[in-house]
């Protein structure tokens, strides 16, 4: 299984596509499949039926679908969408922004 530069809860801004230019933080990642879920992006219509032993409401529901990482950037806070590199702090592997070298937030 491979792993990503891109982890849940970091601002992004998609690169391509139909919402291309758009910014939005991940909601989930796949590294498995290579691809994350962005807030308000990419977002699909899907029909929804009511079903009675539950209290949902029939109708068109709208959630998002899931992108690529090669369709999306890493916002850094200081510099903007940028590339990850990685280096060794001691014990611990910490992702570096590879315009300006501020270390980026790592999941915990």
Do not use: W, Y
């Amino acid at each position: 299984m491979q792993s990503l530069n891109i982890h849940r809860n970091d601002i992004v801004k998609v690169l391509t596509g139909a919402d291309r230019g758009k910014s939005g933080r991940v909601l989930r990642a796949f590294p498995d499949k290579g691809v994350v879920l962005v807030e308000h992006v990419r977002v699909v219509k899907k029909t929804v039926s009511s079903k009675t032993g539950q209290r949902t409401q029939g109708g068109i529901a709208e959630h998002e679908s899931p992108i690529h990482v090669s369709n999306v950037a890493l916002v850094c806070p200081g510099c903007g969408p940028t590339r990850v590199a990685h280096k060794m702090q001691g014990d611990m592997r910490v992702r570096i922004c590879k315009k300006c070298g501020q270390e980026l937030p790592t999941k915990k």
